[in-house]
């Protein structure tokens, strides 16, 4: 998550707080999703109380992905000492609980959003790289904690959150970009409507 971006659209209430020296720290939860029949499958706010996930001090947890085969839960996790961010990955248990986290990915700028897939009978990964000006494709040796970088794709702009959306034979992927350098759209303009995230306006694209 690119800091500077997240203070230029924060609400001015959390920007002043955090200027007055508040901390903000991430966190993960979890709760069963209700299968009964007439509930919504994923409520916002009702429903049974939530189980927060192994914390440590001095990191922030965010960026969740749930990778449902093998009961395996990725995340960013950032050091709020340096302000650069790592994958983990821990196992999540039916009763909600999790094991420790353990490092997945590791590279020498900031990783976040770990976008984690199958395809042609292995497990893929494409982390959020912005930092580095790049888009990466990593497969999995051994999972979950050893990947091996396939393809560097560098990239003129910051882009965040990549998405795959499932088109057979293809599989797009959509990105989003830093609000600052989206440019307004024309009369006539064909691209994708803005993506929201927060309060960052941000335009997807395939890439």
Known sequence: MNQFYRALHMPPKRLLRKVMGEKEIYTIAVRP???????????ALEGGPYTLLPRREGWWFADPL??????????????????????????LHDDGTADD???ALEEDFHLSFPMVFDWNGEVWMIPETGSDHSL???????????????????????LCDTILQRDPPRQPALCALPPLHAAPRRTG???RPAACRGHAARRARPV
């Open 189 to 191: 303009d064909r691209r």
């Open 66 to 91: 749930l990778y449902h085969r093998r009961g395996k839960l990725f995340a960013e996790a950032m050091d709020l000492s340096t302000g650069k961010g790592r994958l983990e990955v821990c196992e």
């Open 101 to 103: 986290w353990r490092v």
């Open 136 to 158: 990466r494709l990593y497969r999995c040796k051994t999972f979950p904690t050893q990947w091996e970088l396939v393809q560097r794709f560098p990239t003129d702009e910051e």
């Open 33 to 43: 999703r209700p299968t009964a029949e007439g509930t919504e499958p994923l409520p």
